[in-house]
């Protein structure tokens, strides 16, 4: 199986600043037929679903706002928030799709500080 | 605009079957991978297994003896049923949706509670 790691497990940031989160995966999810990364990133707010935020590590979801990006390749893949929100707050995953089973990160929560 | 929603029973005894089922309403079931995934705080996001508009599976290798996923069209949903349960499969159950048999979850259920308890 893929082992997704997610680092830090939490961070406390300030409203407006950058909120960076890192994800290894145990082995490449990038496919070198057609050049995708197979990762996808979601945002988990108390009491609901995941919410699809990033696939294929960097293209954003139609109403995800600009202030988040996805980046990276291969095995390492970066989640930023380049200027905290109130409402963003919630507990981020990282997850490959490469191959089954699908297996997602720990997850990291983020805060305000 | 897709919705999933999950329904079955809150608590089921150990030893005896879990049985869920997720309705998709606002869109037709054919032409997508569907997938039951779980959460709990022990065990974070769990995928349990997937079940393709013509009927492949693919399930988790550490559930596949205890799970069956199926697909009804005709009524839009699909099922979950994990036989033998203990007390390690309570957890949030959710039902989502993959576009195809490599891609990440784009809906998902609001989620429902299950525990294993007698």
């Known amino acids: 199986d893929f082992v997704m790691t997610q680092s830090p497990d939490s961070l406390a940031v300030s409203l407006g600043e950058r909120a960076t989160i890192n994800c290894r995966s145990s082995?490449?999810?990038?496919?070198?037929?057609?050049?995708?990364?197979?990762l996808a990133w979601y945002q988990q707010k108390p009491g609901q679903p995941p919410k699809l935020l990033f696939s294929w590590a960097s293209a954003r979801e139609s109403g995800v706002p600009d202030r988040f990006s996805g980046s990276g390749s291969g095995t390492d893949f970066t989640l930023t928030i380049s200027s905290l929100q109130a409402e963003d707050v919630a507990v981020y995953y990282c997850?490959?799709?490469?191959?089954?089973?699908?297996?997602f990160g720990q997850g990291t929560k983020v805060e305000i500080k | 605009q897709v919705q999933l929603q999950e329904s079955g029973p809150g608590l089921v005894k150990p030893s005896e079957t879990l049985s869920l089922t997720c309705t998709v309403s606002g869109g037709s079931i054919t032409n997508y991978y569907w997938s039951w995934i779980r959460q709990s705080p022990g065990k974070g996001l769990e995928w349990i297994g997937y079940i393709s508009y013509s009927g492949t599976t693919k399930y988790h290798p550490s559930l596949e003896s205890r799970v069956t996923i199926s697909i009804d069209m005709s009524k839009n949903q699909f099922s979950l049923k994990l036989s033998s349960v203990t007390a390690a499969d309570t957890a949030v159950y959710y039902c989502?949706?993959?576009?195809?048999?490599?891609?990440?979850?784009?809906?998902w259920g609001q989620g429902t509670q299950v525990t294993v308890s007698s």
């Open positions: 997850q490959q799709y490469y191959s089954p089973p699908r297996t």
């Open positions: 989502a949706r993959e576009i195809g048999p490599n891609d990440s979850f784009d809906y």
């Open positions: 082995q490449s999810v990038l496919y070198s037929s057609n050049n995708k990364n197979y």
